[in-house]
């Protein structure tokens, strides 16, 4: 029996029986009569070899069943062979909003075709943040798309001096060149705001989220433009994108302003929490109180009574930032583009 047979079926007789070992790059080149550096070639993609070689090496992968070691290969390519999901604020309440979960779903349809995998940071404390950056220092990353950016979050910057390919939701910090996809949380509030005017409410109250963030600037800005002018700062407060975070802040506003007829929320979560209050409070919705929320997820559409909610394209901005990274990947050079905005739609139900 040849060597490269006794390899591939040495057995181990601790475990009670013949198991089989793991086929190596150099039983794929002896089985295909080649050297290891053309065995490697082929497996690699690579044109400098003969369809003669290239269908002996392809019978002697699948004859042997060797997987290519991943790593080994992105090591010799020079690259880590993964992207980074970075999320700095979990207290946002992401996680557990069904936002984050079709973000990621769109992201990971995005890079499927890729064969890069997808790494998952969830920042929760400054040392947190401190390895992410010793990670991306060190290249174990290609890219790297970042979410619910702070304005004082120092991972954009640093992304930038180090020249990382990263894409991020919101928009661009000023001066840095990175490309921004998210959606039209601006218009969608604006049209949220003037659904609830349109039907004769006149005191309007904005559950935000977490201060700080783009995402909290831009529904407040399309309040804006729907009122003409700022909310009034009684109506308007912060709060963590959950249900928990819905509750507080409904309880914080009826104790100020208990004749408010309407409530825009930052999420369908945090709608959720506030329809809570609102009935535990003896309001009807939407008799008493109209309620809105964000983002048109399966929350939405389960409530007592259904919520009136803004339709994000979340799954198609996951996917539009994995195709924007990708070609950044590709071409790190490229200038950043234009901040790319994906358009919202209102979908009106019983809640208003």
Request: proline share 7%.
């Amino acid at each position: 029996m040849s060597r490269t047979g006794e390899s591939a079926r040495s057995t181990d007789t601790a475990g009670g029986g013949p198991r089989r070992t793991v086929p190596t790059l150099e039983e794929v080149a002896a089985r295909a009569g080649v050297g290891r550096g053309t065995a490697s070639r082929v497996i690699n993609g690579s044109p400098r070899v003969s369809a003669r070689t290239r269908a002996a090496v392809e019978q002697a992968v699948a004859d042997l069943g060797y997987i290519p070691n991943r790593a080994a290969r992105a090591l010799a390519a020079g690259s880590a062979d993964a992207v980074a999901l970075v999320l700095p604020e979990p207290g946002s309440g992401l996680p557990a909003d069904p936002y984050f979960a079709d973000l990621v779903r769109g992201v990971g349809a995005g890079l499927a075709d890729s064969g890069l995998q997808l790494q998952l940071s969830l920042l929760r404390a400054p040392e947190e943040g401190r390895r992410c950056a010793d990670q991306l220092a060190a290249r174990r990353v290609d890219g790297v798309l970042l979410v619910s950016v702070h304005d004082d979050d120092p991972l954009p910057g640093l992304v930038a001096e180090l020249g990382v390919p990263a894409v991020l939701t919101g928009r661009r910090p000023a001066g840095l060149p990175l490309t921004c996809v998210d959606s039209d949380d601006t218009g969608g509030a604006r049209a949220a705001l003037g659904h609830l005017l349109a039907r004769g409410r006149r005191t309007v109250a904005v559950i935000a989220g977490p201060p700080g963030t783009d995402a909290a600037r831009r529904l407040l800005d399309g309040c804006r433009q729907a009122l003409g002018s700022a909310p009034d700062a009684a109506l308007v407060e912060a709060a963590a994108l959950t249900e928990s975070g819905g509750r507080h802040a409904m309880r914080a506003l009826l104790d100020r302003r208990p004749g408010l007829d309407a409530v825009l929320a930052a999420s369908d979560a945090v709608a959720a929490g506030a329809l809570q209050v609102l009935r535990a409070r003896g309001r009807r919705v939407p008799a008493d109180v109209a309620v809105t929320g964000f983002d048109d997820s399966a929350v939405a559409r389960h409530t007592d009574p259904p919520l009136t909610s803004v339709r994000r394209p979340t799954e198609a901005v996951g996917r539009t930032m994995a195709a924007v990274l990708l070609a950044r990947i590709q071409d790190p050079a490229a200038p950043a583009g234009p901040r790319i905005v994906l358009p919202t739609e209102l979908v009106v139900r019983e809640s208003t």
